[in-house]
Each structure stands twice: as structure tokens, then as C-alpha cells.
């Protein structure tokens, strides 16, 4: 019981308005025919196509794992010749909808590995975010990427809808005459209102150390600012603070802490936000 009211007593004040973008890693696909189930091809044929490991197309480029689940979403832009000349598309309902004049962000992984045409190689494919009222409807471009490179990179995608939507797609785009961009997403976040972001992406995982008498505090590789690491004991008394490091592993020490049952919290560094919330017992 005391643990229940401590989880209680800790939890955020504040509601998040969080918006989920289905099948968000593209795991809901049928590998032998390359079709996704969640998502839908708006446009381009024979891609968009589903990439990543033992599927029927077998085109997975060197070094190229997904970075969430089996596969991703392969989406090209540009003039590829003969294959296709259009940018393709893909789109999905979210579930809920987005709101006229809200901020909203959210992640995504991406990155470009194949330039096709004069097999010329460089930074030319890119992500567009289309925002529409029916699905495959394209009523606002709400954000384009950067050029992207053969290297996945999570990008923050901010937006303002300019009225309420709920379907959104993905397009394929390229800005160079004569060339396309083979381009790649996957691991998609929910949608968050600006004001209300999570710090992302939170911790993976974290486990007790029995040799080090420390605690290991595994998050992805990608910065977190203004964080800090707070242990509380089942009384609610806070027994160890830190500030979280830009490090892809972060330790507390906690030898002299006796063997229980304890709270870790991430927070924002003015504590009015939480993060990730894990219940230790060591």
C-alpha cells in the first residue's frame, strides 16, 4: 500500500493531449509482399515499399537496420526515370484530431541511402509532412525535413496546423533536378502539443549494478538538457539526486543506500515535469 500511494503522490500535475500515429515503426506489414497493413500507398508505384530484414524484395543496403522493430518505410522522391517520376506517398489516420492553430511536435528516424539517377551520391532526399482532412489528401505541407544523409538521424518535426486535420502522409521529395532521393523513416513518436513535449527519447532502461552498487541508466543517443535523476525511498524522501549527463549511459551510485524498494524519477531540472518513472528494488 505504501508503495501505491507513493506512486500516486508522485505522479505528474499536469495531463499530456498525446496523439498516436498508428503502427508507428511500420511493424504491422506483410514481409513476403511488401505491403503495409496500417499505412496506406498514396502514391507511387511499385514503392513505397517496406525495407528492413528477410522480406520479399530483399532490398536492405549494407548496414541499414531498422531502428525500432524489423522494417521501415522506404519512400522515394524525385525523377527516377522509367521507374516512377513522381515523389510517393504514404499516408495514415491518426487517433485523434490535430487542432487549427496548436503547436505540435514530434520525432521521426531518417536518413537517405540510394541516389539514383547519373548514380551520383549526395544530400538530396528529404521527408515532407502533408496534413489532410480525408486520407491521401493533401490540404497542408507542414513541414520539410533537412537534407538527409546515409546515416539514420532522429529530426523534432514542429507544425501548426492551419485547420483541424487527421490524417497524415509522409512524402518522398527531392529538390534537385534529375535526381531522386531513396529515402527511409521509421520509429515514429506520438504527437505531443508544444507546450506539453515530452524530453525524448526517454530512458531505455535501467537496471541495478550488484558489483559497482550502482544504478545504470541506459537512453538513446540523442541529447537531453535540463534533466535531473531523483531516487526516492517508500516514505516519498528524496535519497539521491543528480543531473542527467549527455551520455548514452548515465550512473548513480547508491552504495550506501540500504537494500528496498525505490523510486527513480527523470525530471525537468525546475521539477514541474516528469519524464520516466521506474520502481527499483535492490
Known amino acids: 500500500m505504501g508503495l501505491l ?49 528477410n522480406i520479399g524484395n530483399n532490398y536492405v543496403p549494407s548496414g541499414m537496420n531498422p531502428t525500432q522493430g524489423n522494417y521501415y518505410a522506404h519512400i522515394i522522391g524525385g525523377d527516377i526515370g522509367a521507374l516512377d517520376s513522381i515523389n510517393q506517398i504514404i499516408g495514415v489516420k491518426l487517433s485523434t484530431n490535430l487542432k487549427k ?12 541511402v540510394v541516389i539514383f539517377k547519373n548514380n551520383t551520391n549526395g544530400d538530396v532526399g528529404q521527408i515532407k509532412l502533408l496534413l489532410g482532412k480525408n486520407l491521401c489528401e493533401y490540404n497542408q505541407i507542414a513541414w520539410l525535413s533537412p537534407p538527409l544523409d546515409s546515416v539514420w538521424h532522429r529530426y523534432k518535426v514542429e507544425f501548426v496546423p492551419d485547420d483541424d486535420y487527421q490524417f497524415l502522409s509522409l512524402e518522398g521529395w527531392c529538390v534537385t533536378p534529375n535526381k531522386a532521393g531513396d529515402t527511409w523513416v521509421d520509429n515514429l513518436s506520438s504527437i505531443y502539443e508544444e507546450a506539453e513535449q515530452p524530453v525524448l527519447p ?26 535531473t535523476l531523483v531516487l526516492y525511498n ?12 549527455n551520455n548514452a549511459t548515465n550512473y548513480m551510485d547508491v552504495a550506501t543506500l540500504p537494500a528496498a524498494i525505490y523510486l527513480l524519477e527523470l525530471k525537468a531540472a525546475d521539477g514541474k515535469k516528469l519524464w520516466y518513472q521506474k520502481v527499483m528494488k535492490w
Do not use: H, R
Open 234 to 245: 517508500m516514505l516519498g524522501q528524496q535519497v539521491a539526486m543528480q543531473s542527467f549527463e
Open 5 to 53: 500511494i507513493l506512486l500516486l503522490t508522485l505522479q505528474p500535475s499536469f495531463a499530456q493531449n498525446i496523439i498516436t500515429i498508428p503502427d508507428s515503426s511500420f511493424e504491422n506489414s506483410d514481409p513476403f509482399t511488401n505491403q503495409f497493413f496500417t499505412w496506406f500507398k498514396c502514391q507511387g508505384q511499385p514503392t513505397p515499399w517496406l525495407a528492413g530484414e
Open 101 to 112: 492553430s496548436k503547436e505540435y511536435v514530434f520525432f521521426l528516424d531518417a536518413s537517405c
Open 202 to 227: 526517454p530512458i531505455n532502461n535501467v537496471t541495478y549494478n550488484s558489483s559497482s552498487k550502482k544504478l545504470e541508466i541506459v537512453c538513446n543517443a540523442t541529447t537531453l538538457t535540463n534533466t
